[in-house]
């Protein structure tokens, strides 16, 4: 082999060693980069949604609560509010989940034209219920646009009866409204679109017993009035949208 061609071999092999260890400094560099700590603190863990959030929707009764010869509710409106305190400083298994405390204001009228046949004219008003409930939440995640939030709470109702009063030929017959608190749970699942606009569905029940007056003025005989107590099974599904700050 000539001098000239062992001379020229040496620069050509400083060349490449130079290239590759360009290339290997700039594929470590790279590979740091993704894994720098200051870049992984900057990504927030998933978390509840935590914050005040404001619903309303349809209220659909359920059960004897929409049966017409029971509760004969019918299709009403819901409106509350909810706040939510976050668990997540509580340790890593509580990062998603959260303390509920809210309240739901939910009204739904009555039909009694099956009663239409006993040739009565018939007065009804609503029921009115005041949902005071705690509970847990937990988050979900799904993407940043979307997550699912569910939520399971206890607590107490406010409830009121409508006035009912029927009139005939025969005279005038009337039930009292009464008040009544019961206990009460519920169960929600919200889908939060944008971290802020909620959709979801609510399902609500309590068992409220009422002490209702029932007075009667029939022809022939003499007005009367006796007190019974009722207890009605009181289930409602709630379709709603809100919006959480």
Not at 96 to 111: A, E, F, P, Q, R
Not at 163 to 180: E, M, N, Q, R, Y
Request: hydrophobic share 40%; with cysteine; charged share 15%.
């Amino acid at each position: 082999m000539s001098p000239h061609l062992i001379l020229s071999e040496p620069p050509m092999t400083r060349r490449a060693t130079v290239t590759l260890i360009v290339a290997s400094a700039l594929l470590l560099s790279g590979h740091l980069f993704a894994q720098d700590p200051g870049k992984e603190s900057q990504t927030e863990p998933n978390t509840v949604n935590s914050g005040f959030q404001l619903f309303g929707g349809l209220g659909l009764p359920l059960g004897d609560f929409a049966d017409s010869d029971k509760g004969a509710a019918k299709t009403g409106f819901a409106a509350g509010a909810q706040y939510t305190i976050s668990l997540g400083d509580a340790g890593e298994f509580f990062r998603n989940s959260g303390i509920v405390l809210s309240g739901t204001y939910s009204n739904n009228g009555t039909d009694l034209g099956v009663l239409s046949s006993l040739g009565l004219d018939f007065e009804s008003g609503s029921y009115s219920n005041i949902w005071a409930l705690g509970g847990l939440k937990a988050t979900l995640p799904g993407s940043e646009s979307f997550s699912v939030d569910l939520t399971v709470a206890l607590g107490a109702v406010f409830s009121s009866s409508p006035k009912v009063t029927a009139s005939g030929p025969g005279g005038t017959a009337s039930l009292s409204s009464a008040s009544a608190t019961a206990f009460a749970m519920a169960f929600a699942g919200d889908l939060v679109v944008s971290k802020h606009f909620t959709f979801g569905m609510r399902y609500y029940a309590a068992k409220p017993q009422y002490d209702i007056e029932v007075r009667t003025a029939l022809v022939g005989f003499a007005p009367s009035q006796q007190t019974m107590k009722v207890e009605q099974p009181t289930s409602i599904l709630m379709f709603c949208v809100g919006y959480l700050f």
